[in-house]
Structures are given as structure tokens and as C-alpha cells.
């Protein structure tokens, strides 16, 4: 697939399951007021569609960020592989509740009432995404533009860029066009969570571990700086 390519349409009939095997992909769909609003993004090693074995049906529209290498997996050959591969409906299975995981994931971001939480929280994922697939988690290239981001995240792109600007300042990050250097992960990492220890601590709720869980996964959540250096 090349830039702008698009891979399946909102609510067509889904007739294979994809695996990203490089490249990337964004999720979006159209609202009522035909606006795009992009739902997360896909990286290489990740599968798209899964959701679609619920009701035959793609939820989102999937399109090409840069030029994209795909797997498709038909979906009447995975029914009858399922029938006697257990293992397989472990994967399946294990796949769908990834992505009902991100999709939490992504509505705590935009739960953060400031934009400097919502791309910190956005950033700690991308490089928890890339550490573990072994990848600099530090050094990384952004694969969507400046607007996917700022629609992701529900914020206008200058506000995005005033975050990339205060987060420079603070010698936390630099970005320049789509490179991303991280600077200072533990800061970064701990402005991910100023809304949720700022939540715990103003209420009489229980402490901020168990919101944070929902946002990243629990073996997510032990990204050492030494490895992140290291990867970098």
C-alpha cells in the first residue's frame, strides 16, 4: 500500500484479517457531521480487523500512513482452522483484547483535561509499543502527521506544538519534522500521570495504580530508562 492508500472502509464486510508487516496504518471513521476522527494508529507486527470476527463487519476505515506492507488472512480459512487449533483461538482471542485495550487506552488520553497530559500519555505508549518490539524507544520517527496527531488527541495542532515547545524547553524531548528524541523518559513518564495522582490526591478515591493499569498494560508499565538508553 502506498500513502493514502486505503485498506478497508467503515462497515464493509470483512472478508480477511491483516497483519501490518511494515509501515503503518491509521483507524479513523467519519461522524455524523463528516468530520474524520482517527480512533489510534497501527504499527508494523500488530493485526487490524480482528474486531470485525464480532459482526462480520470493519469498524473503521483503515488508511496507509506511508507506504505499508500488509498480510491478509482470510477469515473463512481462520473459522476453519479454529475448529481444531486451539492455539490459534488463544491467538485470536489474545489480539481482540489487545485492541479493546487500546481502545481504553485512548479514551483515558483524551479523559486528560490538559493537551500536555494527553501527548505525554500518547508518547509513553508509542514508546512502550516500540520497547517491546526491541526498538529505540528513544529515537523514534513518528509515522502520522502533525493533524492525525492533533485529531487523535482531540487538540488543535497548535496546541500540540506548544506542547513539543514546553516539552523541549524542559530538555524532556525535541521534535524536528517526524524525528523524536527523548531526552528525559522519568519526567515524561510522570506528566502521564499528573492528572491521575492529582485525581487520588484532591478525592477520597484509591490510589492512581489502578487508573493507570487501564492506560498501560501491567507488563507495560516497567519501562527502565537504562533499556530505553540502550535501545537508543
Known sequence: MNKGDVLFQAGQPARSLYMIRTGAVRNSQVDDEGEERIFGFVLAGEFVGVSALYDGTYSGTLTALQTTAICAISVDALKQMSVSSPGLNRLLLRHLSRE?????????????????????????????????????????????????????LGLAIESVSRVFSGLRADGILEVRGREMVIHAPEQLYRIAQETLFKRAVDGDECPAGPALSDMLHPSDCEIPSARMVANG
Open 100 to 152: 479493546l485495550r487500546h481502545n481504553r487506552q485512548a479514551r483515558l488520553r483524551l479523559a486528560a483535561p490538559r493537551s500536555r497530559t494527553r501527548v505525554a500519555r500518547f508518547i509513553v505508549q508509542l514508546m512502550t509499543q516500540l520497547a517491546v518490539r526491541n526498538l529505540s524507544a528513544t529515537r523514534i520517527r513518528l509515522p502520522m502527521a502533525r493533524w492525525e496527531l492533533a485529531n487523535h
